[in-house]
């Protein structure tokens, strides 16, 4: 078989099943086997901090460990190979060689994920690397997770898109936070000199108190600490609603426009009359492609349908 041939075979593999419109199913079966693989290592880590169990099978847990990196790392290096597959996105972009789309790929967030999923047991091998944090860094593999994941895709959009909003919000988070812990350090100084003995020291107040938590461990004791506490946490309680607020509505917006999307694409294939088997596939694979909900998807049809119908109808009585 040709180079190019297969690595154009091995990229439609690796790419997610739903954003391949020509039923590689083979895909699939990949996607569901790394799904399960990577699920299963965070299971695994869990487990290995049960003593009794992380006793018993520790060269089982092992085992599975070196065979997930065994396929982890063949992974990231045929996705490596494959990325130049990807259409350039910009004219500049396609005269650059092979080596150096290839190392632009590698500094892509996904990329660098997919390495520090396999990182730190080569590490290992090597350097004494504290066990703690190389099981912190398998925790990364989860966010794997996000490449088959729509909705997790379609949060890392929103984001990036609202990433000015959100800063100028959590740079008013930072700010009210430090005048908090400012305010409660010379209110609390001269009573509590052991819990608030700075202002570093007294951020850890703070941020329990604006995030409503209230641990309870450290506390105003004064009349006037107490009253500048109430209104830090009601002040709290609005600053911190303004981030959630900021993401819920554009990811309500971003699922809305990809109703409209399929609703578009489904009016278009109407309009021609009644759906044939085709026109079925085709919008179930948009359905797909959007990562949209079945029964919603059928409903929009019929509603279009039915609108479609209507509108003949008024046209046979006129």
């Known amino acids: 078989m040709h180079h190019n041939t297969l690595r154009s075979r091995v990229y439609r593999i690796l790419r997610p099943y739903r954003q391949y419109t020509q039923g590689e199913y083979i895909s699939r079966l990949f996607d569901i086997m790394l799904i399960t693989l990577i699920i299963t290592n965070a299971l695994a880590m869990l487990l290995m901090t049960v003593e009794p169990i992380h006793r018993q099978y520790r060269t089982q847990l092992h085992q599975f460990e070196v065979f997930s990196v065994i396929i982890f790392t063949i992974e990231y290096f045929a996705?490596?190979?494959?990325?130049?597959?990807?259409?350039?996105?910009?004219?500049?972009?396609?005269?650059?060689?092979?080596?150096?789309?290839?190392?632009?790929?590698?500094?892509?967030?996904?990329?660098?994920?997919?390495?520090?999923?396999?990182?730190?047991?080569?590490?290992?091998?090597?350097?004494?690397?504290?066990?703690?944090?190389?099981?912190?860094?398998?925790?990364?593999?989860?966010?794997?997770?996000?490449?088959?994941?729509?909705?997790?895709?379609?949060?890392?959009?929103?984001?990036?898109?609202?990433?000015?909003?959100?800063?100028?919000?959590?740079?008013?988070?930072?700010?009210?936070?430090?005048?908090?812990?400012?305010?409660?350090?010379?209110l609390e100084k001269d009573v509590q000199p052991q819990e608030f003995s700075s202002i570093p020291a007294a951020m850890w107040w703070a941020m329990i108190t604006l995030t409503t938590v209230g641990y309870g461990d450290v506390v105003p004791v004064t009349l006037m600490g107490r009253i500048f506490g109430g209104l830090i946490t009601l002040l709290g309680i609005g600053l911190y609603a303004l981030p959630a607020g900021i993401l819920s509505s554009s990811f309500t917006a971003r699922v809305h426009l990809r109703q409209e999307r399929f609703r578009e694409a489904a009016s278009s294939a109407i309009a021609d009359g009644d759906l044939s088997e085709r026109d079925f596939e085709h919008l179930e694979k948009i359905r797909g492609l959007l990562d949209m909900d079945q029964e919603e998807a059928k409903l929009i049809i019929r509603l279009l349908q039915h609108r479609h119908s209507q509108g003949e109808t008024g046209d046979t009585d006129t």
């Open 79 to 186: 996705r490596v190979w494959t990325c130049v597959e990807v259409a350039p996105k910009s004219s500049r972009e396609r005269t650059w060689p092979n080596w150096k789309r290839r190392l632009r790929y590698m500094v892509t967030p996904i990329a660098i994920v997919d390495l520090l999923a396999i990182l730190p047991f080569y590490l290992s091998m090597f350097v004494a690397v504290d066990l703690r944090i190389l099981r912190l860094l398998r925790l990364t593999r989860l966010i794997k997770l996000g490449r088959y994941s729509t909705s997790m895709q379609t949060l890392t959009q929103v984001i990036r898109a609202e990433a000015r909003t959100l800063l100028a919000a959590l740079s008013v988070l930072m700010i009210t936070m430090i005048f908090a812990a400012t305010g409660i350090y010379y």
